[in-house]
Nanobody, 126 residues
Framework: QVQLLESGGGSVQDGGSLRLSCVIS????????MGWYRQVPGKEREVVAT???????SYTDSVKGRFTISKENAKNTLYLQMDSLKPEDTAMYYC????????????????????WGQGTQVTVSA
């Protein structure tokens, strides 16, 4: 059973930084397709960034140049470094993972991920 546990959320001011972490247990971490999603109440969950086993990455346009997805295989941990945060980045952030034969980072869909964390809240104030 794959389990995901996020941490690192919090409250920051406009322009600040946060780093989210997601520890993944119970799976073959280095082979997983992984991603970060976010959701605002009343809206659909949206992809933020995805990464495959070869470290190919994809980002939604609104975070390009500000957010960086990375992973540390030795610690079974997925990260999301968020810089130059804006109030519109305020959301609940979720990490997701799945063992896929093919992980197309720019085309993967939310329903392709079978494992999700519980979420960590990020609040950016103006």
């Amino acid at each position: 059973q794959v389990q995901l546990l996020e941490s690192g959320g919090g409250s920051v001011q406009d322009g600040g930084s946060l780093r989210l972490s997601c520890v993944i247990s119970g799976g073959s971490f280095s082979t997983l397709c992984m991603g970060w999603y976010r959701q605002v109440p009343g809206k659909e969950r949206e992809v933020v960034a995805t990464v495959d086993s070869d470290n190919w990455q994809s980002y939604t346009d609104s975070v390009k140049g500000r957010f960086t997805i990375s992973k540390e295989n030795a610690k079974n941990t997925l990260y999301l470094q968020m810089d130059s945060l804006k109030p519109e980045d305020t959301a609940m952030y979720y990490c997701a993972a799945e063992a896929l034969d093919v992980c197309m980072v720019s085309m993967i869909r939310e329903k392709d991920f079978g494992y999700w964390g519980q979420g960590t809240q990020v609040t950016v104030s103006a």
